[in-house]
């Protein structure tokens, strides 16, 4: 009778203990996904700090530790050398979680694709991530969407896609209107210019130069407003309309910062 209850208690503080383990671990997660916008290094460095001590934690930890480890990288600059983790994480959270976190999951896998040079894949990983999003609810990520479509854009300007590239463009506009990113909203207007360019639609590069510039300056971005000049110099200069190129290249130089 005494073994009998001697086990029973050691059952008892082996679960509590496994209980608050498991509180522990996911507070230091919850701390880390706090930290990952303006510190990704730190909360890289905790999460590594952890690496071994992962192992006999709920799946649900485990992945949830995989995935933010993957964006901490991601944002910290670190490049993937493999996707092999990133799919066991994708295929989990296709089954799991909310569909936040089923966007960052094939997002994160897109940019193993993207550091290992693997440009259709990328795309195809990016396109179900903005896919998986539901933008129908309150805590939908907007800002991480407007970061693949950007990501998607600058891809097809790299494969010369000026089609494709203007809608990613549209797209990380209104997603960055959405969180309330009003720079990232005009910057996705000023690039539109790169698309137009190899459009040879001089119309399309001098409007929305204008409008970049406009709003650039309403906002109080005086240096940007003069950077998004660049393209329309060069058409100006292009056309032979030297005097009008003149007159915006005196802005240029003397407000964009990029001359001392």
């Not at 700090?49 to 600059?77: C, F, W």
Request: proline fraction near 2%; hydrophobic fraction near 40%; aromatic fraction near 10%.
């Amino acid at each position: 009778m005494k073994k009998a209850a001697f086990i029973c208690i050691v059952t008892v503080l082996a679960i509590l203990t496994g209980c608050r383990e498991d509180r522990q671990f996911r507070a230091l997660l919850d701390e880390v996904d706090y930290l990952m916008n303006t510190r990704p290094d730190s909360a890289l460095a905790l999460l590594q700090v952890r690496a071994d001590s992962i192992g006999q934690l709920p799946e649900s930890q485990r992945m949830r530790y995989h995935l933010l480890t993957a964006k901490a990288q991601n944002k910290a600059y670190v490049d993937f050398t493999t996707d092999s983790l990133m799919l066991l994480v994708t295929d989990y959270y296709d089954h799991h979680g909310t569909p936040n976190d089923r966007m960052m999951a094939h997002y994160l896998l897109g940019c193993c694709y993207r550091d290992m040079g693997e440009a259709p894949a990328t795309i195809e990983c990016y396109k179900d991530a903005v896919n998986l999003a539901d933008t129908t609810r309150q805590d939908c990520d907007f800002r991480t969407l407007m970061s693949i479509y950007g990501q998607m854009a600058s891809l097809y300007d790299k494969q010369a896609m000026p089609m494709e590239e203007l809608e990613a463009l549209e797209r990380s506009g209104w997603n960055a209107l959405k969180c309330g990113d009003t720079l990232n909203y005009i910057r996705s207007i000023q690039l539109q210019t790169q698309p137009y360019n190899l459009l040879q639609d001089t119309a399309g590069i001098y409007e929305t130069t204008e409008q970049a510039r406009a709003l650039f300056l309403k906002h109080g971005y005086k240096e940007e407003a003069a950077q998004a000049l660049a393209i329309a110099i060069y058409k100006k200069l292009e056309s032979s309309h030297f005097l009008e190129a003149d007159s915006l290249l005196r802005i240029y130089e003397t407000q964009s910062g990029r001359f001392d």
